[in-house]
């Protein structure tokens, strides 16, 4: 019973998943010096050290799209299925932990705020409050959906 319940619920993450980890591919490694833009004060942009963040981005981004495409798998492998079978619990737990390190690093600067209090970049003003609180929502879903599969 408790399977079947868990079939919508782990299609939503799938899917939230594969999506948000797809958008910061195109984000981060396809938009890299668009992205540099917002981690990066204007000031600083023409410094060697942006060179260095925009191919990080695209590293970044290439790590996301990874992610991506192990979420749209697994989700491809639940609607092929029809509710025969259900991802592992380890894709949530990977990327329940990878939306978790994105949302915990952010935390202190949000904490302190943003660059005006000595952070690198503003948490909670634009794109960035954007990513925050996405992160924040993927982390505790997939969490949820960890938790429930031990709870069969």
């Given at each position: 019973m408790l399977g079947a319940m868990l079939r919508p619920m782990t299609m939503v993450v799938l899917f939230a998943n594969s999506a948000w980890f797809g958008l910061a591919?195109?984000?981060?490694?396809?938009?890299?010096?668009?992205a540099s833009r917002i981690l990066i004060p204007a000031s600083a942009r023409s410094e060697g050290a942006a060179a260095a963040l925009i191919?990080?981005?695209?590293f970044l981004g290439g790590m996301n799209l990874g992610l991506s495409v192990l979420s749209a798998s697994f989700l491809l492998t639940v609607l092929v299925a029809a509710g025969t079978s259900l991802p592992g619990w380890q894709v949530f737990l990977a990327?329940?932990?990878?939306?978790?390190?994105q949302f915990v690093c952010n935390v202190?600067?949000?904490?302190?705020?943003?660059?005006?209090?000595?952070a690198p970049w503003d948490v909670l003003q634009g794109p960035m409050a954007?990513?925050?609180?996405?992160?924040?929502?993927?982390?505790?879903a997939n969490a949820?959906?960890?938790?429930?599969?031990?709870a069969l």
């Amino acid at each position: 019973m408790l399977g079947a319940m868990l079939r919508p619920m782990t299609m939503v993450v799938l899917f939230a998943n594969s999506a948000w980890f797809g958008l910061a591919f195109w984000f981060f490694a396809l938009r890299a010096r668009a992205a540099s833009r917002i981690l990066i004060p204007a000031s600083a942009r023409s410094e060697g050290a942006a060179a260095a963040l925009i191919a990080s981005l695209r590293f970044l981004g290439g790590m996301n799209l990874g992610l991506s495409v192990l979420s749209a798998s697994f989700l491809l492998t639940v609607l092929v299925a029809a509710g025969t079978s259900l991802p592992g619990w380890q894709v949530f737990l990977a990327s329940g932990l990878a939306h978790a390190t994105q949302f915990v690093c952010n935390v202190p600067f949000a904490l302190v705020g943003g660059r005006r209090g000595g952070a690198p970049w503003d948490v909670l003003q634009g794109p960035m409050a954007f990513i925050f609180v996405v992160d924040a929502v993927c982390m505790l879903a997939n969490a949820a959906v960890v938790i429930s599969t031990f709870a069969l």
